[in-house]
């Protein structure tokens, strides 16, 4: 007797359902571009500050939607310890690109091979709010400061005057 076998298919979920970070939501993010979809997941982490923050909500397209350049925001596999990062793109020599997170202490994350990266970063969401400022054309001047090692010395100023003007309203 012939019985068939069911077809795959990705179902929807809520995102507090599970949780899974590192090399395996790496693996998952991968093989779900992979199939030309795009995905959400939360950030974690500080190394896109100001424009990305812990526990936004981001979509990525598949790079074969949206070609990776110079100022985009990409999720890439880390060559060096095989986790997930979502960091911009610097810089670009034939087949790499040079990424650098917009907080980073860390001089860049090295040239990263096409093959490495996953896709693009199309959507920020913040308290059920779409954030697009560092995703637009102000991109290029993001990636020139923080190629320049400008970027983090401003993030910092910045939190500096929020916090002073905090005090003074108080």
Request: proline residues 4%; hydrophobic residues 40%.
């Amino acid at each position: 007797m012939y019985s068939e076998k069911p077809k795959p298919s990705i179902n929807k979920i809520t995102l507090n359902q599970f949780s899974v970070s590192g090399i395996d939501l790496g693996q998952i993010i991968q093989d779900v571009l992979a199939k030309d979809m795009p995905i959400r997941f939360k950030a974690t982490g500080n190394s896109m500050y100001p424009f990305i923050r812990d526990g936004d909500l981001l979509t990525i397209t598949p790079k074969f939607q949206i070609k990776p350049k110079i100022g985009k925001v990409v999720a890439f596999i880390n060559p060096g310890n095989q986790s997930l990062l979502i960091h911009r793109i610097i810089a670009k020599k034939s087949s790499s690109f040079l990424i650098r997170g917009d907080n980073s202490y860390q001089k860049t994350d090295g040239w990263v091979h096409i093959s490495l990266i996953l896709g693009c970063v199309t959507g920020i969401e913040r308290n059920n709010q779409k954030i697009r400022f560092g995703l637009g054309i102000e991109r290029f001047v993001l990636a020139f400061l923080s190629k320049h090692n400008l970027l983090k010395r401003l993030i910092q100023r910045f939190k500096i005057l929020l916090r002073f003007k905090y005090q003074v309203q108080q």
